[in-house]
């Protein structure tokens, strides 16, 4: 798709390229710092970041971010009641807030 807007992610020496949407929901779990998040909150953090999403929405970013960072060492765990969790090799993760090149996808 051309004239999207995407982030740019490095991780694992990869850089990943992230819809808006997909970073601001990997930005929140890892702010979460491997605690499980619930999938409201999760919308709330997205409003916030001025990107609108429902709930079937969110759960397909989820399910293409987790795709995405296949082979990265880092997961999105999910589980029932629509909860889920960012872990690297069984260890909490860390995302500096905020730090992402623009570029176009």
Known sequence: VTGVQTCALPISGQRLSLLPPEWVLLERLARAAGRV???PTLLD???RSGVQLS?????????????RL????LQI???PGRRHRL?????VVLVE???W?????
Do not use: I, N, T, W
């Not at 709930?55 to 971010?65: G, K, V």
């Not at 872990?87 to 260890?91: I, N, R, S």
């Not at 090149?101 to 996808?105: K, L, Q, V």
């Open 70 to 73: 296949s082979g990265s060492g």
């Open 97 to 99: 807030p905020g730090r």
């Open 55 to 67: 709930e079937l929405a969110a759960e397909l970013h989820l399910s293409r971010l987790a795709a």
């Open 45 to 47: 953090a997205a409003r």
């Open 101 to 105: 090149d623009e570029g176009e996808g």
């Open 37 to 39: 998040v619930r999938l």
């Open 77 to 79: 765990q999910s589980g």
């Open 87 to 91: 872990v690297a090799d069984g260890q």
